[in-house]
T-cell receptor, first 107, second 114 residues
Framework: GIQVEQSPPDLILQEGANSTLRCNFS?????LQWFHQNPWGQLINLFY???GTKQNGRLSATTVATERYSLLYISSSQTTDSGVYFC?????????FGTGTRLTIIP | KAGVTQTPRYLIKTRGQQVTLSCSPI?????VSWYQQTPGQGLQFLFE???????NKGNFPGRFSGRQFSNSRSEMNVSTLELGDSALYLC?????????????FGEGSWLTVV
């Protein structure tokens, strides 16, 4: 099956800092999505981004499908950005999740 | 528009028992999928239903089963519970729209097996 790896696994930043999270996948995929899992366990959809670049406020994402990676940028981090960020790829009609990046924003 | 609703939110079961979890998708969404999340294995796909038919199934034993009703609500059942079944079970609904096949998750059901 497809392998989806995220880096870094853990990231601790001061409030106001910028960060870049990476997602690498081992095969061509139909689509890619980024999610944020809050401390209560709910996964919130951030971006549906099979290719190209999208921006939503302080967050933006870029997927380079030909090179099999995606990046999530978070600017001016806030404590509410803390949590685990997952990328997930649609491969063979199934959604396969990456290993996640745990982001901790310190006030 | 109401989100994906999962019940119960928290439950504790004993080894050997069975459990049924329920999921109500977003109105108009016909695809419902289930995932298991554990610290050791991460998020793993269980199965997906569309219009009452199971379209895909993950690599889980036959103790894990599910179904979807005509109103798109879905249930999953785990029989003969094992300690390793303790996990967060997440349900998601999706709809193919102009922005693609965006998936929305419920808040999950936290299952503890003792």
């Amino acid at each position: 099956g497809i392998q989806v790896e995220q880096s870094p696994p853990d990231l601790i930043l001061q409030e106001g800092a910028n960060s870049t999270l990476r997602c690498n996948f081992s095969d061509s995929v139909n689509n890619l999505q980024w999610f944020h899992q809050n401390p209560w366990g709910q996964l919130i959809n951030l971006f549906y981004i099979p290719s190209g670049t999208k921006q939503n406020g302080r967050l933006s994402a870029t997927t380079v499908a030909t090179e099999r990676y995606s990046l999530l940028y978070i600017s001016s981090s806030q404590t509410t950005d803390s949590g685990v960020y997952f990328c997930a790829v649609e491969y063979g009609e199934k959604l396969t999740f990456g290993t996640g990046t745990r982001l901790t924003i310190i006030p | 528009k109401a989100g994906v609703t999962q019940t119960p939110r928290y439950l504790i079961k004993t080894r050997g028992q069975q459990v049924t979890l329920s999921c109500s998708p977003i109105s108009g969404h016909r695809s419902v999928s289930w995932y298991q999340q554990t610290p050791g294995q991460g998020l793993q796909f269980l199965f997906e239903y569309f219009s009452e038919t199971q379209r895909n199934k993950g690599n889980f034993p036959g103790r894990f089963s599910g179904r979807q009703f005509s109103n798109s609500r879905s249930e999953m059942n785990v029989s003969t519970l094992e300690l390793g079944d303790s996990a967060l079970y997440l349900c998601a609904s999706s709809h193919l729209g102009p922005s693609g096949n965006t998936i929305y998750f419920g808040e999950g059901s936290w299952l503890t097996v003792v």
